[in-house]
């Protein structure tokens, strides 16, 4: 089954443990991409990655790391996370970063 | 950058039509995407207009005018399971990438 995965789905942690979010496709995309979503601030794209080995900033990237070392596999990272970071996560795949968004499930983190 | 604009909220009734609008303004313009989230839940895919004029899918068509900046979403025979938010997102072909912008979505309620 064609599926972008992500873990953990939920998450509490405390202010500056650093953490991983995973995510992993496996329909061959090119392009991932990471947002966040706020009540009343939407869907907003935290780092977007192009293919192997390039990535590159979205709206919001402060306090944020990816790495994409294998097609199939996009982290996202946080060294230390704070309060402010508390939210729903959203991995995302395209095959080319032109057609559809295929979505994973969602990650909720707390930051106490 | 990118400036989207649809409503908040609306309100329909089972069975009506209801119409969701969207106006945006965007550097390089590629096409434009809505999405349907349920609460909780990660979005999906429900049409993309690159060309003017309508799209129609079964119970879902979607209208674009590339030259207004202006796209609507159409539901008919709306069922309770239509309640749900709808996301525009147009695709910015600036900086030669292709990025997603989501507008902050329309909660559509259907009421019996």
């Known amino acids: 089954e064609a599926q972008v995965t992500q873990n953990p789905r939920y998450l509490i942690t405390v202010t500056g443990k650093k953490l991983t979010v995973t995510c992993s496709q496996n329909m061959n995309h090119e392009y991932m991409s990471w947002y966040r979503q706020d009540p009343g601030l939407g869907l907003r794209q935290i780092y977007y990655?192009?293919?192997?080995?390039?990535?590159d900033k979205g709206d919001v990237p402060e306090g944020y790391k990816v790495s994409r070392k294998e097609k199939r596999n996009f982290p996202l990272i946080l060294e230390s996370p704070s309060p402010n970071q508390t939210s729903l996560y959203f991995c995302?795949?395209?095959?080319?970063?032109?057609?559809?968004?295929?979505f994973g499930e969602g990650s909720r983190l707390t930051v106490l | 950058g990118q400036n989207i604009d649809q409503p908040t909220e609306m309100t329909a009734t089972e069975g009506a039509i209801v119409q969701i609008n969207c106006t945006y303004q965007?550097?390089?313009?590629?096409?434009l995407f809505w999405y349907q989230q349920h609460a909780g839940e990660a979005p999906t895919f429900l049409s993309y207009n690159v060309l003017d004029g309508l799209e129609e899918k079964g119970r879902f068509s979607s209208f674009l005018s590339r030259s207004k900046g202006y796209s609507y979403l159409l539901l008919k025979e709306l069922q309770m399971k239509d309640s749900a938010s709808y996301l525009c997102a147009p695709q910015d072909s600036g900086a030669g990438s292709y990025q997603l912008t989501f507008g902050k979505g329309t909660k559509l309620s259907v009421i019996p």
């Open positions: 990655s192009m293919n192997v080995e390039v990535t």
């Open positions: 995302a795949s395209s095959y080319s970063g032109t057609g559809e968004l295929f």
């Open positions: 965007t550097s390089g313009f590629n096409g």
